[in-house]
């Protein structure tokens, strides 16, 4: 099913460069919409608004966008009001601007969009001209994981997609017993309507989660990496797995939140 409405997030830096293009890209079906999005803070008085206008004006015309919105706020808030207004199905954003003090203190915009969007985000830092081959799903075998699985089957539909479990197997206690739980919520997974075909039955792997995702991320030769957004039960708290991934992307990535 394609999407009806894109936000395509720039911050007007090389880091979204890929953004505006990757949007349209996907927006190929009769109707379906770009629209490029800025989000400037309150209290940012320079370059002034006129000039950041221009700027997205030209952007949108360069990139076949069918429009641009300057916002001012709280990019998180701002940024799912305007998904809402819009009846986005996708918000693509680019990569992380890394602080490292602030980060390890506070949640990234990236992460605040995320949490606030009522629909899946793409993170996109591969050159638009490359289509979507290997999708991999790292998966917990949660709802937001299969929701993830889902929504990269309507980004990449031309795709082979993969699954894999990374286990961590207790230090001191019953390891069959942990395995057998994980195999018995891979079969409830797989039975979550609407997934796509996956091209084996999702891997459980022993080991480390960076590890083994990454192990099987370059066997693959991935291009887009999907995961739920989060690990636990809270829906207002993202994963640290999720939270990891999202600073330091190895390829375009994909992140949704259980219905």
Same mark, same amino acid.
């Given at each position: 099913?394609?999407?009806?409405?894109?936000?395509?997030?720039?911050?007007?830096?090389?880091?979204?460069?890929?953004?505006?293009?990757? =949007?349209?890209?996907?927006?190929?079906?009769?109707?379906?919409?770009?629209?490029?999005?800025?989000?400037?803070?309150?209290? !940012?008085?320079?370059?002034?608004?006129?000039?950041?206008?221009?700027?997205?004006?030209?952007? =949108?015309?360069? @990139?076949?966008?069918?429009?641009?919105?300057?916002?001012?706020?709280?990019?998180?808030?701002?940024?799912?009001?305007?998904?809402?207004?819009?009846? +986005?199905? *996708?918000?693509?954003?680019?990569?992380?601007?890394?602080?490292?003090?602030?980060?390890? *203190?506070?949640?990234?915009?990236?992460?605040?969009?995320?949490?606030?969007?009522?629909?899946?985000?793409?993170?996109?830092?591969?050159?638009?001209?490359?289509?979507?081959?290997?999708?991999?799903?790292?998966?917990?075998? @949660?709802?937001? @994981?299969?929701?993830?699985?889902?929504? +990269?089957?309507?980004?990449?539909?031309?795709?082979?997609?993969?699954?894999?479990?990374?286990?961590?197997?207790?230090?001191?206690?019953? !390891?069959?017993?942990?395995?057998?739980?994980?195999?018995?919520?891979?079969?409830?997974?797989?039975?979550?309507?609407? *997934?796509?075909?996956?091209?084996?039955?999702?891997?459980?792997?022993?080991?480390?989660?960076?590890?083994?995702?990454?192990?099987?991320?370059?066997?693959?030769?991935?291009?887009?990496?999907? *995961?739920?957004?989060?690990?636990?039960?809270?829906?207002?708290?993202?994963?640290?797995?999720?939270?990891?991934?999202?600073?330091?992307?190895? @390829?375009?990535?994909?992140?949704?939140? +259980?219905?």
């Amino acid at each position: 099913m394609p999407f009806a409405a894109i936000l395509a997030a720039t911050d007007l830096t090389p880091r979204s460069a890929q953004v505006p293009g990757r =949007a349209r890209t996907l927006a190929q079906a009769p109707g379906s919409r770009v629209l490029l999005v800025h989000v400037r803070p309150e209290d !940012r008085k320079k370059p002034p608004a006129a000039e950041v206008e221009a700027e997205l004006a030209a952007l =949108a015309e360069a @990139s076949g966008a069918d429009g641009f919105r300057l916002l001012v706020g709280e990019a998180g808030p701002e940024m799912a009001a305007l998904a809402r207004e819009q009846a +986005a199905g *996708l918000i693509v954003l680019g990569l992380h601007q890394e602080r490292r003090v602030l980060d390890l *203190l506070r949640l990234t915009t990236m992460e605040k969009i995320v949490l606030a969007a009522p629909c899946p985000v793409l993170i996109a830092q591969l050159p638009t001209g490359r289509p979507y081959r290997q999708v991999l799903l790292a998966t917990d075998f @949660s709802p937001a @994981s299969a929701e993830a699985l889902k929504a +990269a089957a309507r980004v990449a539909p031309g795709a082979e997609f993969h699954a894999i479990h990374a286990l961590e197997l207790p230090l001191v206690g019953d !390891r069959e017993a942990a395995r057998e739980r994980a195999e018995a919520a891979r079969e409830a997974f797989l039975a979550t309507p609407g *997934l796509p075909p996956l091209a084996e039955r999702p891997e459980i792997v022993p080991g480390g989660v960076h590890q083994v995702l990454a192990f099987r991320h370059e066997e693959l030769g991935a291009d887009l990496l999907c *995961l739920g957004a989060q690990s636990g039960k809270d829906p207002g708290t993202l994963g640290n797995y999720a939270r990891d991934l999202m600073r330091a992307p190895p @390829s375009d990535m994909l992140v949704a939140k +259980a219905p």
